[in-house]
Each structure stands twice: as C-alpha cells, then as structure tokens.
C-alpha cells in the first residue's frame, strides 16, 4: 500500500517533487486543483507542508482518509482549503508560498498570481491534461505559456508535445519553473 501513493502520484511530479520541496524551505506549498490529493500526498511524504486546494474536496477527503492509517504523520502536512479558483479571489500574498504544483488543471491567468505568489527561488510546477479526445481544447497554444512565464521564470524544464488538428496548434505541456528573485 505504501508503494501505491508513490505509484499514483504523477511521473512528473515523482522526477522534480525533491526540487520543489528543497526549494520551499519550510513553507507551505500549494497544489492547486488537487483533485485527490496524489500528488500532495507524494511531497507530504519528503516533508512538505501541502494545502490542497480545491473546488470540491469529497475526493481528496475520501483518498486521505483511505490512506490515514498510512499516512500516520505525514496527514498533519496535508491542509485542505475550498476555494473556487474560477470564481474566487486569488488568496494567497506576495512571496508567501514556498512552490506550487498544478497537474491536469489549466488557467492561464493564474501564471501572474503564481508568480507574485511565490516565493524568490521557488518552484511551479505544471503539467497539463494530456491528449485524449477533445482535451486539446483546452490546451494553450505552442510557446504561450513559455511567454507567461519567462519574465518572472527560470525555466528548469520545459517540454510541449503537439495534440489535436495541426491548425488548433495546441500542446501538451510539463513544465518547472524556478521564481526569479
């Protein structure tokens, strides 16, 4: 079973996660639109103190108490704050999160709070839906978000892969960024 939360969290997040946690140096680290919680789960486990934010909690609450016997002290890093990221107000201040990983959800105008969220040396990491079905529609466009982000970003990383009709020009992207000072 313990293997299991190593397995479930993204293979993305598994390569760069001690990057993201070493970087954070004791603060709190977002995962914005966790869904489950997999991937927060994962850097809880090296260490991190995770808030899990979300719309809907009901999967992350089901996932965490699923695995709470073994989670044992690593649940006490997991935070789970409601919070509509469609509709609400961006919460967080200038330079008080130590990264943020967003997995499989995209908003491109949360590139700038992200950036004036984070704090200097701090890791994004982000890594869109892949390409099944119609997921291109909701893809940005090749070297948009490498656009957002160079101002205020390193990037460490930074692969796009084509998907959907050529014309569309849509891409897949995993990405890590380190916040410039």
């Known amino acids: 079973m313990k293997d299991e939360i190593f397995r479930d969290a993204s293979p993305f997040v598994r390569k760069c996660a001690a990057k993201v946690v070493a970087a954070g140096v004791g603060?709190?680290?977002l995962d914005v639109a966790?869904?489950?919680g997999r991937n927060a789960i994962f850097l809880a486990r090296l260490g991190a103190?995770?808030?899990?934010?979300?719309?809907?909690?009901t999967s992350f609450d089901a996932n965490l108490q699923r695995r709470r016997s073994i989670l044992t002290n690593?649940?006490?890093?997991?935070?789970?704050?409601?919070h509509d990221l469609l509709n609400d107000p961006w919460p967080f201040g200038p330079g008080s999160v130590g990264g943020i990983i967003n997995v499989h959800f995209l908003m491109t105008t949360l590139m700038s709070v992200f950036a004036m969220s984070l704090t200097p040396g701090a890791y994004l990491l982000l890594e869109t839906v892949h390409g099944?079905?119609?997921?291109?529609?909701?893809?940005?466009?090749?070297g948009e978000l490498r656009a957002l982000l160079e101002s205020a970003f390193e990037l460490a990383i930074y692969e796009e892969r084509p998907i959907g009709p050529h014309e569309r020009e849509a891409v897949a992207v995993k990405l890590l960024a380190r916040r410039k000072a």
Request: net charge positive; hydrophobic share 35%; aromatic share 2%.
């Open 27 to 29: 603060r709190e680290i």
């Open 34 to 36: 966790c869904g489950s």
């Open 49 to 57: 103190t995770m808030v899990c934010i979300d719309k809907n909690l």
């Open 74 to 82: 690593h649940a006490t890093r997991l935070l789970a704050r409601k």
């Open 132 to 142: 099944h079905g119609a997921n291109y529609l909701e893809l940005p466009r090749a």
